[in-house]
């Protein structure tokens, strides 16, 4: 197979999965809270649900991905994911969509997730982690401008005309079809996996023991600080979803607009996250990520006080876009430190699901507290809370920035004391 067509695949796969209980809260929020009846705190509460399956299943998740196919682990997460979106466009209560949820927290990464960017990295080789990981981040965020673009379309396309006279019905009717396009587009990913991601050469049964390998992961200090580098640009990535709010409560359009606002805001991220490879690649990722959390820190810090007035109006939105720009380039990049870091190829997926187990507590613990300050102080000042939150996130990953440039400092013998030189390999005995 073409590394080409592998690799469209990959990206395909990898934002489709994430469609259905993170682009309708996205790019929908407004829509999506007036159909179910939700608030901002319990729309929160619902991702503290997937958050919590998430993190249970990220770890030894990533280490199945050290042991079994890729095509298996794939195709099995989104068919399963698809079905759960059958039962969203049901609109359940808060109580079964928090079932649902938490659901979603096991059928997008159990199987999914280690085996996504395991993949990833053999694709990429020795010399083009960066590119290969900014490829996939860029690709994913074409696929979700693209697909969301098109269902926004389908919505606005059964709405009335002027949004704010629709009736209940009408707006529950196109949310409906919104949340079975997402569906019927992950069910889709899901056959493309099958068919075009081949089945590896090697036998399964001579793979590393999956125990062993995240037992040598849990050790490494090198592997908590990466992990601590996604927890805060992760942070960073989970402030987008409150963007469509914010155009609506703040900036004053309507729930059709928002939702086309937050969608051309998403066609930033092919181009940051390819800009953070090619830089990355050719300088040094976690020095690069340094950089991009203080232009976040100074895109959050006005947004955390400007008023929507003038020539403020006009910060804003320049602001809001250089965080668009920012975040998506840190996501295109945080992953090639497992190269940069000298992680063992042996241990891809155990390393994988150390530090995305860590790394995605935002999952747990971000919405819950962002939907608290928004109805802490409804309007404007909830949001300039929001963005001053964020502002202080930004900082504290400058600082976990320095400490992991500090490790890496120390040589691969401390990284990894049972490394051989040259790429780092980990004899494990199964």
Known sequence: MSRVVLIVTLVIAGEMIFGLPFHTARFFRPTLLDVFGFTNTQLGDLFAVYGTTAMLAYFPGGALADRFSARFLLTASLVATAIGGLYMATIPGAMPMAALYGYWGITTIFLFWGALIRATRDWGGTNAQGMAFGTLE????????????????????????VASIASDQERRAAFQTVILSYSLVTLAAGALTWVLVPVPEYNTKRRPNPLTGMAIVFRRPIVWAQAAVIVCAYCCYKGLDNYALYAVQVLGMNEIDAARFATWGAYLRPIAAITAGLVADRF?????????????????????FLAVDGFELTMIYVNIFVSFFAVFALRGIYFALLEENKTPVNVTGAAVGMVSLVGYTPEIFFAPIAGRILDATPGIGGHQNYFLFLAIIAAAGMLVVGWL?????????????????????????T
């Open 138 to 161: 860029a690709g994913r965020g074409l696929v979700a401008a693209g697909v969301a673009s098109i269902c926004v379309w389908i919505f606005a396309g059964l709405m009335p005309d």
């Open 284 to 304: 040094d990722a976690a020095k690069t990520i340094g950089i991009l959390f203080f232009v976040l820190l100074l895109s959050y810090a006005p947004l955390s």
């Open 405 to 429: 440039l500090w490790l890496q400092s120390r040589g691969l013998d401390t990284l990894w004391p049972s490394s051989h030189s040259g790429r780092a390999s980990i004899e494990i005995n």
